[in-house]
């Protein structure tokens, strides 16, 4: 629909994860925590959950490609599912840094636009700095994907037991996302 109204992939693509909750409890039926779900450490915090990578336009703004993974998936390892291949820039965070070679294989055209490491030797590079800080600025893009997904629709936890489930409804969710992302070029 959205391709049908002159919406369409560009050359650049944004890759980012998040992650969204699962229970953590015991008290089920069969007093265990759900098997697919996995914990990962976020700073100083610990989650259990799920993970949505998501590929995104860089122009518009829009989701082109989603894999659900546990928690505990590094985000560097669905990155050749979330690239369509005809990408000129690939835009993410620093998770992605070491990843050239993986961008090459899957988008031969596309130039590695992702955030460096600024601390090397215990002294901070300014010139990486400030060349990671106007990459961020296209980056934030994908932030605005999230906070649809999770602000508007509550997709913060999950509701079903397993990946499949979560997996289908976040599809759905992300779809719904580009539809009120695009809203005012689909209402003209």
């Known amino acids: 629909m959205l391709q049908a109204q002159g919406l369409r992939v ?55 490609g989603a894999v659900v993974t546990a928690a505990n998936t590094h985000d560097k390892h669905p990155l050749p599912d979330l690239l369509h291949g005809n990408e000129r820039r690939v835009y993410g965070d620093s998770a992605y840094a070491s990843q050239k070679a993986l961008i090459a294989s899957k988008a031969p055209q596309a130039h590695d636009f992702t955030n460096q490491r600024v601390r090397k030797t215990g002294e901070v590079d300014e010139a990486e700095r400030s060349r990671n800080r106007s990459k961020s600025r296209v980056r934030a893009r994908v932030e605005h994907v999230f906070a649809v997904v999770k602000r508007l629709w509550g997709f913060t936890k999950v509701r079903y037991r397993g990946l499949a489930k979560n997996a289908t409804r976040s599809f759905v969710a992300l779809g719904l996302a580009n539809i009120y992302l695009a809203r005012k070029h689909l209402g003209a």
């Open 10 to 64: 560009g050359t650049g693509t944004i890759v980012d994860a998040t992650i969204i909750g699962a229970p953590s409890s015991t008290k089920s039926t069969d007093k265990q925590r759900d098997p697919e779900m996995h914990q990962t450490r976020k700073g100083q915090q610990w989650y259990f959950g799920m993970k949505i990578h998501i590929g995104v336009n860089s122009r518009s703004g829009l989701a082109h």
